[in-house]
């Protein structure tokens, strides 16, 4: 049950950050249901075992000075499985967005609002939560260095990338 315990603390550290982040943009409702679905059994257990279990393979996943990233394969089926559901249930994921036409080929779809910004807010409330506090004077000065080290991995519309990149100062 430890390790459960320790997620359960993350996730509530997580959504508060999140919550704050997401009231300064007046997305008052995506602050308050932000993540719920990660407190799902077919999210929670896995990600547990993933973050906090024997193996811990949060190591994986802290390879990154400024934040959060995922690797693409974990090895760790049921993980996966849950990242997949989480994404697909959460708009705010840039994997959201991203579907397949007719003939099989990837179609890239423009982020809408207010996941964009929800998505943002999530980016600053996990560097947070994992105590990447950015200068008072430059809320997304974290957020930013992440986004360089990782931002080419994300599959994004141009015009979602330079909206992002126009909010965040690159």
């Known amino acids: 049950m430890k390790k459960e315990i320790k997620y359960l603390q993350y996730i509530l ?5 999140v ?30 075992n993933f973050f906090y279990g024997e193996n811990n393979n949060y190591k994986h996943c802290t390879n990154s000075k ?22 697909k249930k959460n708009k705010h994921h840039w994997q959201a967005w991203v579907t397949k036409n007719e003939k099989g080929e990837e179609k890239l779809l423009p982020i809408q ?13 996990a560097g947070k939560a994992q105590g990447h506090n950015s200068p008072k004077d430059d809320p997304y000065f974290n ?8 931002g080419s991995k994300l599959k994004l519309t141009e015009e979602t990338r330079k909206d992002i990149e126009k909010r965040i100062g690159i």
Not at 118 to 123: H, K, L, T
Not at 143 to 150: K, L
Request: with cysteine; aromatic share 18%.
């Open 13 to 17: 550290k997580h959504k508060w950050y």
């Open 19 to 48: 919550l704050v982040e997401c009231f300064k943009s007046g997305i008052y409702l995506n602050g308050l249901t932000h993540d719920m679905s990660k407190l799902s059994p077919n999210e929670f257990f896995p990600y547990a």
């Open 66 to 87: 400024h934040g959060y990233c995922k690797p693409i394969s974990t090895g760790d089926s049921q993980f996966d499985l849950a990242w997949i559901e989480h994404c």
């Open 113 to 125: 609002e207010p996941y964009l910004t929800e998505m943002i807010c999530d980016w600053v409330g």
């Open 143 to 150: 957020v930013r260095n992440w986004y360089m080290e990782n």
